[in-house]
């Protein structure tokens, strides 16, 4: 499940939740408990786990779109 990042639109309160996509849909605020939650647009991060150079979380067999496989 990724993390989403909202901002309350009652309070303004910027927080995280891990949760699925549906779960967005009934995400309220931790601070007033309002469900007048806007989800803020965010980066994301893709990091190598075969500890090999360069960015991204493919592989050598399942990329070859990127310089670093």
């Known amino acids: ?13 910027e927080f995280s939740r891990f949760t699925t996509i549906e779960g967005r849909k009934t995400v309220t605020c931790p601070n007033c408990a309002s469900p007048e939650v806007q989800q803020l647009l ?5 990091t190598r786990s075969n500890g090999g150079n360069g960015s991204g979380s493919c ?3 399942s990329c070859r779109g990127c310089s670093g496989c």
């Open 59 to 61: 592989s050598r067999t």
């Open 42 to 46: 965010t980066g994301f991060l893709f």
């Open 1 to 13: 499940m990724p993390t989403y990042d909202f901002r309350c639109r009652r309070c303004g309160q």
